[in-house]
Structures are given as C-alpha cells and as structure tokens.
C-alpha cells in the first residue's frame, strides 16, 4: 500500500506542474489522505486481532468469536492481497 501512496504523491505532483488546478490538487491529495487513513486502520486492525487472539485462549473462545476472527483474517488477508 505505501507504494500506491508514493505513486500518487508523484502523479499529483506531476498533475500540479502540468495543470496548475488547484481543485484537483485538492482531489487527488484527498484520495492520497483516504489510503493513508486505510492503511493506518489496516495496521490497528491487525494489531487489534493479535491481542484480541493472544487474550483469548484457543480452547475456551466462544465459536461467535473464533468466527469473528476467522473473518477477520480473511479481510486482512484479502485488503493484503489488493494493495500489492
């Protein structure tokens, strides 16, 4: 993902040397803002999974939270997939 973010910083860049529109600055450096934001939450969410995984043993997690974690994973492992 942090490479997407870079790319985007260099387009906006290159964009706002060749347009000179300040309300697409304004977009694209919102979009860049929107990835950072999910690739910040992406990191909590993951951390937060962690602990919620280390606090709860295996043997005594109640199956609508082993569900909620095993759903969990799979998101994480899917966004994972979609930033590369």
Same mark, same amino acid.
């Given at each position: 993902?942090?490479?997407?973010?870079?790319?985007? +910083? !260099? !387009?906006?860049? =290159?964009?706002?040397? !060749?347009? !000179? %529109?300040?309300?697409?600055?304004?977009?694209?450096?919102?979009?860049?803002?929107?990835?950072? %934001?999910? %690739?910040?939450? +992406?990191?909590?969410? $993951? +951390?937060?999974?962690?602990?919620?995984?280390?606090?709860? =043993?295996?043997?005594?997690?109640? =199956?609508?939270?082993?569900?909620?974690?095993?759903?969990?994973?799979?998101?994480?492992?899917? +966004?994972?997939?979609? $930033?590369?």
């Amino acid at each position: 993902m942090k490479s997407v973010i870079e790319d985007l +910083y !260099k !387009k906006s860049a =290159a964009i706002h040397d !060749k347009y !000179k %529109d300040p309300e697409l600055d304004e977009l694209l450096l919102g979009l860049v803002q929107r990835f950072q %934001d999910a %690739d910040a939450m +992406y990191h909590h969410f $993951g +951390y937060l999974l962690m602990h919620i995984k280390a606090t709860v =043993a295996y043997p005594v997690r109640p =199956a609508h939270l082993q569900g909620a974690i095993d759903r969990a994973e799979r998101f994480l492992e899917n +966004y994972a997939k979609q $930033g590369q």
